[in-house]
């Protein structure tokens, strides 16, 4: 048995108290849709434990890929060293991505990726002898990690930029978009950012956003035209854009990548996440050869990076396996599907008290309450009725896993209108 008691003592959780932790749940093994906690009971699984296991979990062919590059070798350095499943999944994500992104670079996770983005914009400008364009201009109610460079550019009230004032670089920030996805860009909606470009462009390095879905800062859909301005902006005023499809990307919102809704590519662009249909950790930047070759030509001609675990055999050999799975699977099919069930099942939230708003995009649903939870009692709601759910402050959302039948998504969405209509009922 998993002692509970040495890990609520010991171990530190995602954005927890170690004085007062909430309860967390013994899981013993996850396969397809399921988790099984260790006392016997499955969960459906409604989160693709963040956004990760697109391919549900066990699966049979990434378990395959892991067997057989340990078979071979679990890790070696990238230093002076390739292998193959880095070339082959570095080729993957070059087919699958816009035409001049095909310069990669792998890191440890999604933060990483968008750190090394960050880097990659302030040397290119410095190999271009503009050192003054150093700063990033960012979204309000974005998110983009943990680490130093990819919390400054998260939302600095979500993230708490005020406990670390001095020890954060002070991004600026643009309101986030007002239009919704399905909507028009009018000049209003995206007036702030011309402003914040034009007063500033001298020192910006880049802008960085997720593509049409703002995640984990709130869940928002945005409109594919903001995107195009956007991009026509960052272009006329002669800074980089940056596209972090780290949570978005993989099939996510209907598109391989959220990028494609609006037909726009950035010069940078972060994965990670579902890259490895969330076997383990991997993440990889694109950049275009412009950006690459600036680099690399300015001092001290190279790229200033290099984790120790950088293309690890093992994650790249999975990843490309998850990959491949995307290329010869109808995952469109299996998102339009799911797509269709969100809708029929969350909607009717969209007529309690309570309730502000209900959205869906590709497998993501979502239902916005006027109050946050109360994340200790509604945890404990949607696992004694047998789904993983886990919600954070207003929002009650699913992101299923693709390969979720009808069944088991008309239980999650049936357990979300019953806990929501608890919760705002004022259980
Ligand atoms: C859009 C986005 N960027 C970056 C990250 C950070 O990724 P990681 O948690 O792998 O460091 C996340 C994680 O939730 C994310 O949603």
Same mark, same amino acid.
């Given at each position: 048995?998993?002692?509970?008691?040495?890990?609520? !003592?010991?171990?530190?959780?995602?954005?927890?108290?170690?004085?007062?932790?909430?309860?967390?749940?013994?899981?013993?093994?996850?396969?397809?849709?399921?988790?099984?906690?260790?006392?016997?009971?499955?969960?459906?699984? #409604?989160?693709?434990?963040?956004?990760?296991?697109?391919?549900?979990?066990?699966?049979?062919?990434?378990?395959?890929?892991?067997?057989?590059?340990?078979?071979?070798?679990?890790?070696?350095?990238?230093?002076?060293?390739?292998?193959?499943?880095?070339?082959?999944?570095?080729?993957?994500?070059?087919?699958?991505?816009?035409?001049?992104?095909?310069?990669?670079?792998?890191?440890?996770?999604? *933060?990483?990726?968008?750190?090394?983005?960050?880097?990659?914009?302030?040397?290119?400008?410095?190999?271009? *002898?503009?050192?003054?364009?150093? !700063?990033?201009?960012?979204?309000?109610?974005?998110?983009?990690?943990?680490?130093?460079?990819?919390?400054?550019?998260?939302?600095?009230?979500?993230?708490?930029? *005020?406990?670390? !004032?001095?020890?954060?670089?002070?991004?600026?920030?643009?309101?986030?978009?007002?239009?919704?996805?399905?909507?028009?860009?009018?000049?209003?909606?995206?007036?702030?950012?011309v402003r914040l470009l034009e007063e500033h462009h001298h020192e910006l390095a880049a802008v960085i956003v997720e593509p049409m879905v703002q995640g984990a800062g709130g869940m928002r859909f945005y409109s594919p035209d903001w995107l195009v301005r956007l991009r026509e902006l960052c272009t006329a005023?002669?800074?980089?854009?940056?596209?972090?499809?780290?949570?978005?990307?993989?099939?996510?919102?209907?598109?391989?990548?959220?990028?494609?809704?609006?037909?726009?590519?950035?010069?940078? @662009?972060?994965?990670?996440?579902?890259?490895?249909?969330?076997?383990?950790?991997?993440?990889?930047? @694109?950049?275009?050869?412009?950006?690459?070759?600036?680099?690399?030509?300015?001092?001290?001609?190279?790229?200033?990076?290099?984790?120790?675990?950088?293309?690890?055999?093992?994650?790249?050999?999975?990843?490309s396996a998850s990959v491949g799975l995307l290329q010869s699977g109808d995952w469109q099919a299996s998102v339009r599907r799911i797509e269709t069930g969100l809708r029929r099942g969350l909607e009717p939230c969209r007529g309690f008290e309570g309730v502000v708003d209900v959205r869906v995009l590709g497998?993501? #649903?979502?239902?916005?309450?006027?109050?946050?939870?109360?994340?200790?009692?509604?945890?404990?709601?949607?696992?004694?009725? #047998?789904?993983?759910?886990?919600?954070?402050?207003?929002?009650?959302?699913?992101?299923?896993?693709?390969?979720?039948?009808?069944?088991?998504?008309?239980?999650?969405?049936?357990?979300?209108?019953?806990?929501?209509?608890?919760?705002?009922? #004022?259980?």
């Amino acid at each position: 048995m998993i002692d509970l008691d040495f890990d609520r !003592r010991h171990i530190w959780h995602p954005y927890a108290s170690m004085k007062n932790p909430l309860p967390v749940f013994p899981v013993s093994a996850a396969s397809g849709v399921r988790l099984h906690l260790e006392d016997g009971r499955e969960l459906v699984d #409604g989160m693709s434990s963040w956004w990760a296991a697109v391919h549900g979990y066990n699966h049979p062919v990434l378990n395959r890929a892991a067997r057989e590059q340990l078979r071979r070798m679990s890790h070696v350095m990238f230093g002076g060293l390739t292998h193959e499943p880095a070339v082959k999944l570095a080729r993957q994500l070059v087919a699958i991505t816009p035409d001049s992104l095909d310069r990669v670079f792998f890191s440890d996770s999604g *933060s990483v990726a968008v750190e090394i983005a960050i880097k990659m914009a302030v040397q290119y400008w410095g190999a271009l *002898s503009r050192p003054a364009k150093k !700063r990033m201009l960012a979204l309000r109610c974005g998110y983009h990690g943990d680490t130093f460079g990819a919390m400054s550019v998260s939302d600095p009230l979500t993230g708490m930029h *005020s406990l670390f !004032r001095g020890a954060i670089q002070e991004q600026l920030f643009a309101p986030s978009p007002e239009c919704r996805y399905g909507e028009p860009c009018r000049d209003d909606d995206i007036s702030a950012m011309v402003r914040l470009l034009e007063e500033h462009h001298h020192e910006l390095a880049a802008v960085i956003v997720e593509p049409m879905v703002q995640g984990a800062g709130g869940m928002r859909f945005y409109s594919p035209d903001w995107l195009v301005r956007l991009r026509e902006l960052c272009t006329a005023f002669g800074v980089l854009l940056v596209f972090d499809e780290i949570a978005t990307g993989f099939g996510r919102t209907g598109k391989m990548f959220a990028m494609e809704h609006a037909g726009v590519v950035p010069d940078i @662009l972060c994965v990670g996440k579902a890259l490895t249909g969330g076997y383990m950790s991997l993440a990889a930047t @694109l950049a275009s050869p412009e950006v690459a070759d600036a680099i690399s030509s300015g001092e001290p001609g190279l790229f200033m990076h290099g984790p120790t675990f950088m293309a690890n055999p093992l994650a790249t050999a999975v990843a490309s396996a998850s990959v491949g799975l995307l290329q010869s699977g109808d995952w469109q099919a299996s998102v339009r599907r799911i797509e269709t069930g969100l809708r029929r099942g969350l909607e009717p939230c969209r007529g309690f008290e309570g309730v502000v708003d209900v959205r869906v995009l590709g497998a993501i #649903g979502v239902v916005e309450l006027e109050r946050p939870v109360d994340m200790a009692s509604i945890q404990q709601e949607f696992v004694r009725r #047998g789904v993983w759910v886990r919600p954070f402050g207003r929002l009650v959302y699913l992101m299923p896993p693709f390969i979720i039948e009808d069944r088991d998504l008309d239980l999650l969405t049936a357990v979300v209108r019953e806990v929501v209509a608890g919760e705002v009922a #004022g259980r």
